[in-house]
């Protein structure tokens, strides 16, 4: 790290950056890797509990003073690497990022994790996003029951948030299965025409009615 700190960068190429900061992803890799080492090691021994924190997240959020997302985020991390050893491997060699990790934590159900190695090799050639396809597919094809059980979790993930921008304006965060999905897309949830300069201020209870509706 002292190193990387102290290269020329007021008088450094564009070339020479990127060169610089393709030798950063297999450093962040095995950053990621270690502490996914810790953190199996942390919630092993019931750390977050002996502090007084709820959960590992909750803990490792207050700790590393980053947001709550990002702590959940690296503790499934965790627990997919302690499930893929290989994976793991690839991320300290730089050959995968925690990009394709994260993919299939937020696809791969932690039960069908042990099986899941041949993902592993997908990941050392494929982006991402394409590693996430090839997620789904195996999720479909090992649970084999024509995708029932995901469609279940969908439905059961589905849900609207309300919320405030830091900018005042009242915002909504909204997640929904890919069939409900798609019907909003399509504009069968829209609200109504307003006319030009006026306010729309639309009821909790309404976007939900028209949600469910679509």
Do not use: Y
């Not at 990941?123 to 029932?148: C, I």
Request: aromatic share 4%.
């Amino acid at each position: 790290m002292e190193a990387l700190e102290a290269l020329p960068f007021d008088i450094m190429s564009a070339a020479e950056a990127g060169l610089k900061l393709r030798t950063l992803g297999p450093v962040r890799g095995r950053v990621d890797w270690v502490e996914a080492q810790l953190l199996a090691v942390f919630s092993r021994g019931n750390g977050a509990q002996a502090e007084g924190a709820t959960d590992t997240t909750a803990w490792l959020a207050k700790a590393t003073k980053r947001s709550g997302r990002d702590a959940k985020r690296a503790v499934k991390r965790a627990g997919v690497l302690a499930a893929l050893p290989g994976l793991g491997a690839a991320l300290a060699d730089g050959d995968v990022s925690s990009s394709h990790v994260d993919a299939l934590a937020g696809i791969v159900p932690t039960p069908l994790l042990p099986k899941a190695a041949v993902l592993v090799a997908a990941a050392r050639s494929s982006t991402p996003e394409e590693l996430a396809h090839a997620a789904h597919r195996f999720v479909a094809d090992s649970e084999g029951d024509d995708g029932a059980r995901r469609a279940a979790r969908h439905n059961a993930a589905q849900r609207v948030h309300f919320f405030d921008r830091d900018d005042g304006m009242r915002a909504m965060f909204g997640q929904w299965d890919p069939t409900v999905g798609a019907a909003i897309e399509r504009g069968r949830c829209r609200a109504p025409a307003v006319p030009a300069g006026s306010t729309l201020s639309l009821r909790r209870s309404s976007v939900r009615r028209r949600l469910q509706r679509a």
